[in-house]
């Protein structure tokens, strides 16, 4: 199992970014997949869920609006387009399934890729 973040960069309040996230090692159409944020000092948050089939879609309130996810099953891949961006929006960024891939029992977790909102 693999997951690759990628896209997180620093970028202006009312910026915007797309993140990436490629996955392998399983099979991902048949995943729900969701994108993660772990702020400093804060737990890891759900941000969005997209599921495995229809592709209906859900947000955390504070990115509803602002925020979109969307997958492609040909190339396992799962995005996240990040617009009018504020300060609180900083965090490292986790792609995953829903749950979390355990192995062992053990929650696996990708490198993240780091968001830094700043002025």
């Known amino acids: 199992v693999q997951l690759v973040e990628s896209g997180g960069e620093l970028v202006h309040p009312g910026g915007s970014l797309r993140l990436s996230c490629t996955a392998s090692?399983?099979?991902?159409?048949?995943?729900?997949m969701s994108w993660y944020r772990q702020a400093p000092g804060k737990e890891r948050d759900l941000v969005a869920y997209?599921?495995?089939?229809?592709?209906?879609?859900h947000y955390a309130d504070s990115v509803k609006g602002r925020f979109t996810i969307s997958r492609d099953n040909t190339k396992n891949l799962v995005y996240l387009q990040m617009n009018s961006l504020n300060l609180e929006d900083t965090a490292v960024y986790y792609c995953?399934?829903?749950?979390?891939?355990?192995?062992?029992?053990?929650?696996?977790w990708g490198q993240g890729t780091q968001v830094t909102v700043s002025s």
């Open positions: 995953n399934t829903m749950p979390p891939i355990a192995i062992d029992g053990v929650d696996y």
């Open positions: 090692g399983f099979t991902f159409s048949g995943y729900g």
């Open positions: 997209i599921s495995s089939a229809r592709g209906s879609t």
